[in-house]
C-alpha cells in the first residue's frame, strides 16, 4: 500500500469502488456539508469535494473535506490547479494530509470564463499532469516540487480525470497514457451516456495496459429530467449525450422522468461492470445525493466493504 | 508584431477634454501594420477629436506627428521641437511607445489612445491573433511550432483538457482548441510519439514572473 487511502484498500481487494460528491456550499454553511454527507454515508467509499467547480466560488475544498473527515467518512480532495500556484498547492496538500485527508483528485479545472468571477487572473502554473508528478514527489521522494525536502511528506492517494469524449477522440487513450506515466493511482471519468464510446476508448485503454497501472472508475451522473439531458448535451463542453438516451427521457411523462433518470444510470452501471478495465464507479448525482443511495443499491453496489 | 487597438473615443475624450493643444505622436512599427496607430489612424482620430470638441463647442489644435520607432529613444528626440507647443501628449502607439515618451520628458503628460493586446501574426485581412506571451524560454521545438503557453486557455503543456470539442476551446467557439492544432500538426510531421512526452513543470523565471526583465548585452552594451 503506498497510503492510508480506504479508496486504495478497496480497489486494492479487487471489488468494485463506489465514489460520490459533495459540491460545497457558497456561504459559510457547514450543516448543508453535513447534510449532504449523511445521506451518501455507508453507501459510498470515498466522497469527492468540488473545488470551487464551474469556477464559481464556494466553501474550499480543504475546509468541507474536514467536516467530513470529522464525521468519519473519507473525502478526496479535489485540487484544480486555476486558483492556486505550486506553492499554495503544495502547502494545502501538507495541511489537508496533517488532518488526515489521504486522497486527492488532480484537476486543471473549469476555464473562469464560465464562473462568478470571469474577471479574476486565471493561475495555471502548472497543469494536471504536473500536479500528478508534483503530489507523487511529494509522496513518494519526500521533496518539495521546487527540490527541497519535506519533514514528513503528505501520503496522498493520487486521482485525476479522464474525458473519453473530448476531441481529438484518437488521443484520449495517450492522454490517459500521460497521467500514468506521470504517476496517477486512480481516474474517475466524465459522465458516461455514450457508452459505445466509452467502451472503444476502454478498449484503446485495454489494449496498452493500463488498466493494469492505473484504477478507472466510470463516472455516472443520473439525470432528472429531459431538460437536464439537453442542457448537458448542448451547454456542457466535451459532454456526449446521445439523442437516443434524450428521446427516451422525453418519452416518460414529466413526473416520471426522474425515475428514468435512475433507470437509465442503474443500467449503465449494470453494463459497465461487465466492461473489462473498469474497477468501480463515480458517481456525480448534481444536488440530487438523496438519490444515491438508491441507486448504489439497485445497482447492486451495496453493501459497502468494511475494510 | 504587437497588436494593440484603439480605445474608446469617450475614454480618449475623458483623458484630453481639460486641453485645446495636444501632440498626437503614431509610430511607424507594429500598430501601422496592424491598422491601430499609424500615420492613417492619427489623422482619423485627430479629425474624430476635434469634431469631438466641437460638438462641445470648444476646439481643438492638434499637431500629428508619426515616429518611425516610438520604442526607440533616437527617433522620441524628434519631438523636442514640437513638445513645448502642446500641453499633453497622446500617444497611438503601444505601451512601450508611451513610456519612452514619459521617460523622455518628465514635464509633460502622456495619456494612451491605444490599449496593447498581445503579440501576434495577422490571420487574414483585418484578424490578427495571440502567438506568444513572450515566456522567455521558448519550447515552440517540443510542440511542432504551435504555441500552448499563448494559445491554451488553460495554458496547459500536456494538453487538451477535457472541454475541447470540434477543435474547439471550451470557453468559445470562435477560439481554436491550440492542443487539437498541435496534435494535427504532429501527425502530419509523423511525430505523434512526441505527444506522449510529458512535460515538466515549466521554470517560470524568465517570462514576467521573475520579475520586470531586461537583456544587457555585453558586446553591445555602452
Redesign the interface.
Known amino acids: 500500500m503506498k497510503t492510508e487511502s480506504k479508496l486504495e484498500k478497496v480497489l486494492a481487494s479487487g471489488q468494485l469502488a463506489v465514489t460520490s460528491e459533495c459540491g460545497p456550499p457558497r456561504g459559510a454553511r457547514p450543516e448543508k456539508v453535513r447534510e449532504k454527507t449523511e445521506m451518501l454515508k455507508g453507501c459510498v467509499d470515498a466522497i469527492n469535494v468540488t473545488d470551487n467547480q464551474t469556477a464559481m466560488v464556494r466553501m474550499s475544498s480543504f475546509a468541507a473535506c474536514i467536516i467530513i473527515k470529522q464525521m468519519g467518512l473519507d473525502p478526496i480532495l479535489q485540487m484544480v490547479s ?1 486558483d492556486r500556484n ?1 506553492l499554495a498547492m503544495q502547502s494545502d496538500i501538507i495541511g489537508a494530509y496533517a488532518h488526515g485527508i489521504n486522497t486527492m483528485l488532480c484537476l ?4 473562469t ?2 464562473g462568478d468571477h470571469p474577471m479574476a487572473v ?1 493561475v ?7 500536479a500528478i ?2 503530489v507523487k514527489k511529494m509522496r513518494d521522494e519526500g521533496k518539495f ?1 521546487g527540490g527541497g525536502d519535506i519533514d514528513t511528506p503528505p501520503k496522498m492517494f493520487i486521482g485525476a ?3 473519453p469524449f ?3 477522440f484518437e ?1 484520449r487513450v ?2 490517459l ?2 497521467k500514468v ?2 504517476g496517477v493511482d486512480f481516474i474517475q471519468t ?1 459522465c458516461i451516456y455514450n457508452l459505445d464510446k466509452f467502451e472503444i476508448w476502454m478498449k484503446g485503454v485495454c489494449d496498452r495496459g493500463l488498466d493494469k497501472k492505473v484504477s478507472i472508475l466510470a463516472g455516472i451522473t443520473p439525470m432528472k429530467s429531459v431538460g437536464m439531458a439537453k442542457y448537458m448535451k448542448n451547454r456542457v ?2 459532454m456526449d449525450v446521445p439523442d437516443e438516451l434524450i428521446k427516451r427521457m422525453a418519452g416518460v411523462p414529466k413526473e416520471k422522468q426522474p425515475e428514468e433518470g435512475i433507470k437509465i444510470a442503474v443500467e449503465s452501471i449494470e453494463r459497465l461492470k461487465e466492461v473489462k478495465g473498469v474497477a468501480g464507479f463515480h458517481i456525480m448525482a448534481i444536488e440530487w445525493e438523496q438519490k444515491v443511495r438508491e441507486l448504489v443499491e439497485r445497482a447492486g453496489l451495496l453493501p459497502r466493504p468494511q475494510l | 508584431m504587437i497588436v494593440a487597438e484603439q480605445k474608446p473615443i469617450e475614454e480618449i475624450m475623458e483623458y484630453i477634454s481639460p486641453y485645446n493643444r495636444i501632440l498626437l505622436v503614431g509610430c511607424n512599427e507594429c500598430v501601422t501594420v496592424c491598422a491601430a496607430g499609424g500615420r492613417k489612424e492619427v489623422g482619423i482620430l485627430s479629425s474624430a477629436l476635434q469634431m469631438a470638441f466641437m460638438k462641445e463647442g470648444k476646439t481643438l489644435e492638434v499637431k500629428e506627428i508619426t515616429l518611425e520607432r516610438q520604442c526607440d529613444p533616437e527617433y522620441v528626440e524628434e519631438l523636442v521641437t514640437h513638445i513645448d507647443q502642446a500641453e499633453v501628449v497622446l500617444s497611438m502607439a503601444c505601451g512601450c511607445g508611451v513610456q519612452e515618451i514619459a521617460r523622455r520628458f518628465s514635464a509633460k503628460l502622456v495619456f494612451p489612445a491605444l490599449n496593447t493586446k498581445f503579440m501576434g501574426a495577422s490571420e487574414r485581412q483585418g484578424v490578427w491573433a495571440e502567438r506568444c506571451q513572450g515566456c522567455g524560454d521558448c519550447i515552440l521545438g517540443l510542440t511542432g511550432g504551435i504555441c500552448p503557453v499563448a494559445r491554451c486557455s488553460k495554458r496547459l503543456l500536456n494538453g487538451p483538457c477535457g472541454g475541447s470539442t470540434g477543435g474547439n476551446c471550451e470557453i468559445s467557439k470562435d477560439v481554436d482548441c491550440v492542443w487539437n492544432i498541435i496534435w494535427e500538426r504532429l501527425k502530419s510531421l509523423g511525430m505523434e510519439d512526441r505527444y506522449e512526452e510529458v512535460m515538466t513543470a515549466k521554470d517560470w523565471r524568465p517570462s514576467w514572473h521573475g520579475g520586470p526583465r531586461k537583456i544587457i548585452r555585453e558586446d553591445l552594451a555602452e
Open positions: 486555476r505550486r486543471s479545472g473549469d476555464h470564463h464560465f486565471s495555471y502554473d502548472i497543469d494536471s499532469v504536473q508528478q508534483m516540487q480525470a479522464a474525458n473530448a476531441d481529438p488521443l495517450a492522454r497514457a500521460k506515466n506521470a466524465q463542453p466535451g
